[in-house]
């Protein structure tokens, strides 16, 4: 079975705090691809990075940086220095190789709320 | 250009009614998705076609029918609607091959049944 946990169900920082947003994902597959998805208040959602299983180098984007560890299975966001116009909720998910239409299976997601 | 668009944005409608949501991607993909996004904000897939054909039906009720005129459509056919049905529905498009497989969101369609 795949599954992803985001097991923060609402975060609040204060502008200019960092803060991690944590993400578990299950699978039986040797090869997947993990992402992570904003959904602002307007309701759109947002691509912001994906992943391979085979990809563990860290990434930095900006503000924004991903660590990949499959060890732990975890798959965490942090946002450096958060501002107002990052409040949204943010979906980690999964796909899996076996599965051909690569659908994407979303975890909970986690509200963040940055306060001026 | 907008890359994957749904209609319409918003649907007010009677228990009972049949309704549809279209949705067109101009990205080239092989690959749609419907996606149901319910008040808890839970995500969860649909369906998914691939080339027009049917790959994936999570075990959707049949009141809900998909059909793929062509590979940039995919449009969600709800016939008797129920008021859990209310939710935010998702169109998705992606290419098929895997290494390149992030997926387009459209806007989302409200769907309210009163």
């Known amino acids: 079975a795949q599954k992803v946990t985001q097991a923060q169900t609402e975060i609040s920082v204060v502008e200019k705090e960092d803060v991690t947003l944590d993400c578990v994902y299950e699978t039986r597959d040797t090869t997947y691809y993990l992402f992570w998805y904003k959904q602002p208040p307007s309701g759109e959602l947002v691509f912001l990075i994906r992943?391979?299983?085979?990809?563990?180098q860290n990434e930095i984007s900006g503000r924004y940086s991903w660590n990949f560890q499959k060890s732990t299975s975890s798959f965490n966001f942090t946002i450096t220095a958060s501002q107002v116009v990052d409040s949204a909720v943010y979906f980690c998910a999964l796909s899996a190789s076996r599965d051909s239409s690569y659908k994407l299976i979303f975890g909970s997601g986690t509200r963040l709320l940055v306060r001026p | 250009d907008t890359a994957v668009s749904q209609t319409p944005k918003y649907l007010v409608t009677q228990m009972g009614n049949d309704k549809s949501i279209k949705c067109e991607q101009n990205l080239g993909h092989d690959t749609m998705y419907w996606y149901k996004q319910d008040s808890k904000k839970f995500l969860k897939i649909m369906f998914s076609?691939?080339?027009?054909?049917?790959?994936i039906n999570e075990t959707v009720p049949n009141r809900f029918s998909p059909k793929s005129p062509d590979k940039a459509h995919l449009n969600l056919h709800i016939n008797s609607l129920e008021l859990g049905d209310s939710a935010v529905y998702f169109c998705a498009s992606s290419p098929s091959t895997p290494s390149l497989n992030e997926q387009f969101f459209g806007p989302g369609t409200r769907l309210t049944v009163l």
């Open positions: 076609y691939n080339n027009k054909e049917l790959i």
């Open positions: 992943r391979n299983s085979f990809d563990e």
